[in-house]
């Protein structure tokens, strides 16, 4: 028994310390390892399967609104960088330049995409003459880098994957339609796929992309009650199009400059999955997005017939479930750790007795329900365990969220609520952004959106008192 | 009808000027654009989706020999790349090196990957430590960057996408026969889904890759008798292994050093495609990996009904093929020019004649045969036909092939043949090196491979007339 418990003694409790149990489990759980390159991280097969999943779910979506995926060079040679002034000063205090190829020195440095904004501009300066060539919805799969100090797997890494979409359109009310389409696919999908509830909402200027004439977000809630920016959706207007000379001659003849969008999901939506599902035993995945949904685990597996009924099984399931069979020698109560840890849905344990009754028995990685059902019907109670726990474990974050949402209603109430009480704060904000600085200075809290769903919950600013008529959540955030 | 030429005129006949005609196609095929990034290209909706095909058929081919996918960092510091001496040398030349994060210099630069060898040497390092941890059969799809002079798009681009497969192994043995396995599994692909018949073999030791024991290739001729190297896999034996430390326990209890392999494909299979099958009208792509496989084009759309038939014809097909419609309000004949130059497999014609007659021409891109055939057949019939065209495009491929393999005997003969006649030229070799440099020097020719399928077509070596038992395959190469 004392082996069998290693693997989950190996990790630390949540409520012990939230960051050593997010770093524990990313390492037990085989998502990430460390390498020899400071600030960037190795993606391991469970963590890259996790990143699979999500591309496929997100890439068919996309294509569902007429996206088309294209790859665009990873360098920005230095003076394109520059030519949108908000934006190089929002990204180049964090990039990576690029001075020598070969053992030349080159005429112009060039860095590594931080972002493609600029080479997409550039791009489409050449493509886009007329309104027949527009809309542009394009899309890219790829790494980008920001040289960031402190580093976390998945969270905050010098180089991460990503997907950058950036579109083109003739006039400034199909770019704002496109902004919140896209905005909407990312919270549908994470609801859906993810079971991570959202709140949508605009960033205010100060916390907006750079370049942005507006920035819509999504924001979640982990466990330990701060917040996480899930995906980003920009309006540029017309401002990067006017910087780089995107023009089109319309219908009526005349030359216009285009309205653009970006709009952007990341691998720290695996840090998300983690934080918001996770518990003391390791990873829970939602069966939606689980590279392995269900493990056989055969017990007592040397005696006649077990593992070829487990194998029977696990077959048998495979034509409609993502499902693998634990046939190694370790002891079945190592394998149940291991399933636990590595967050598979829903584990079938089948033993002689269950063989002998024509049963399995099934555990639910969540609630660690037990489950005896006859191997008759196991195909349909399976299915519809999965469903219900996806269900589940959507309706229990949204249910944690909920719970960890408070109401400020003056500057005394909000700092006791961010010190006190991990959670969204909402405050009324006065639309000053010496608030929203006085805020951060006094309590790390930044402002996480203006959400959509708008409320008048008091009638003047949470941090000076004067009129306001906005909305704002509020929060520590990763 | 000069405007509805003007497409096809566009671009210059591949008899007149080969390197031309393929420039040409590129960019009318809208694959690809240039950028302001030197060396470096834009992929375009049409030219990605090919890769996205290409992707999704390897990548399960992968994972049906029990591949995982993962992903290292983009960085190589510059002591990790220098660990092996012969990798150092033969990449060391053609590296972006990256000096500066934000405003600061790096107390080490690092290269952006050539390729990954040293950063999985580093990982493995760390995560084999007993014969249980055997084997690994990684792979990861990304960018790399190699710091070419002169650039063409998809045959040498200064960065490409690819996947590269690394792996280690408990054996020697073991490490070979994933070698092999996976070039077989880049020969299969490029036959069956490509079209593409290839030569399989090994690299001599002078065009091996910098660091392998052994390489082994499959090589494809173009059009235009040029030869090109369309996938490597290699063996290192156990020499990173030494460099790096990676040792494992045996079952017997001792250390041992593992055998490791990498294997690779690229986005100059797209330009294979382009130059094995296109013709003067542009591109032709085998149905298999066509991202559209049928154009649907209506003619006389605006009678009354064809539209609505076309689209009707459109929905039922798109259950069982990559179908669009093409309802823009160009011409017929300008509708036909455009997916014959973007190598869509087939065309459905459909015009109020058909409609009445309950039929619907059927044209093939490769041999612009005509097929009327009844629109109740319809989804048999095209099924047919796009097999046998895959079918024909193969043996017309490897016809070509077939028909420019020369054998040479001598050196004089050698020499007229890589002068007169473009292909391949089976010529026996001494092995020594010093042939395969004059050879190169003279003529520019290099040994493509010493194939897996020896004759003994002469007694000595094509180049200084000593003894000879191996058969080489030569020739100019992309």
């Known amino acids: 028994m004392a082996k069998e418990k ?26 990430v390892d460390y390498t020899s390159v400071k600030g960037c991280m190795v993606i391991k097969p469970a963590g890259y399967a996790i990143w699979e999943n999500i591309q496929r779910e997100l890439d068919r979506r996309f294509k569902e609104t007429g996206v088309e ?27 990576a330049w690029v001075t ?44 980008v880098v920001r040289w960031e100090k402190t580093t976390r797997p998945f969270l905050r890494s010098r180089e991460f994957l990503w997907q950058e979409g950036h579109t083109a359109h003739a006039s ?15 919270a549908d999908f994470c609801e859906e796929v993810l079971a991570i509830p959202v709140i949508k909402g605009q960033k205010t200027d100060k916390e907006k992309f750079a370049g942005a004439l507006a920035t819509y977000t999504i924001e979640s809630l982990m466990h330990d009650g701060k917040a996480l920016q899930s995906g980003t959706s920009h309006n540029f207007g017309d401002g990067f199009a006017k910087a780089f000379g995107i023009q089109f001659t319309d219908k009526d003849n005349t030359l216009k ?15 998300a ?54 046939a190694s020698d370790k002891s079945p109560g190592w394998k149940f750790s291991e399933q636990e840890m590595k967050g598979i849905p829903v584990r079938i344990e089948l033993g002689p007795k269950d063989i002998e009754a ?23 109670k399976l299915s519809g365990l999965l469903e219900t726990m996806q269900k589940d474990m959507l309706e229990r974050a949204r249910a944690h969220r909920d719970a960890h949402v408070y109401d400020a209603h003056n500057y005394d109430e909000f700092v006791e609520t961010v010190n006190g009480k991990p959670g969204f704060i909402r405050g009324m904000w006065c639309g000053d952004q010496a608030c929203e600085d006085k805020i951060k200075e006094d309590t790390a809290a930044t402002s996480r959106c203006i ?3 708008q409320e008048e919950i008091a009638g003047t600013c949470v941090c000076c008192g004067k009129p306001a008529r906005k909305l704002v959540y509020w929060g520590r955030a990763y």
């Open 6 to 31: 290693k693997l989950v003694e190996a990790i630390t409790s949540m409520d012990v310390d939230f960051a050593q149990w997010y770093t524990d489990v990313v390492k037990k759980a085989e998502l």
């Open 69 to 95: 995926n294209v790859y665009l060079p990873m360098f920005i040679p230095e003076s394109l960088l520059q030519k949108e002034k908000d934006h190089v000063e929002g990204f180049a205090p964090e990039v």
């Open 100 to 143: 020598h190829g070969g053992s030349e020195p080159l005429q112009e440095r060039m860095c590594v995409r931080p972002t493609s904004e600029t080479l997409f501009c550039d791009f489409y300066a050449n493509e886009i003459q007329s309104y027949r060539d527009l809309p542009k919805v394009y899309n890219q799969w790829c790494s």
């Open 172 to 186: 400034a009310q199909e770019a704002e339609e496109r902004t919140i389409q896209m905005l909407n696919v990312y």
């Open 257 to 271: 400059y285009v309205h653009q969008t970006s709009w952007g999901m990341t691998t720290r939506m695996i840090g």
């Open 273 to 326: 999955i983690i934080m918001v599902h996770g518990d003391d035993s390791g990873l829970v995945l939602p069966p939606r997005i689980a590279p392995t949904q269900v493990m056989v685990i055969p017990i007592a597996q040397h005696k006649e017939g077990v593992l070829e009924k487990a194998r029977e099984v696990k077959d048998r399931l495979a034509a409609s479930f993502r499902v693998k069979l634990d």
């Open 358 to 380: 024509g049963q399995a028995v099934l555990v639910r990685r969540d609630t660690r329900e037990k489950l005896v059902v006859s191997l008759d019907e196991l195909q349909e």
């Open 451 to 453: 959400p959509f769903d």
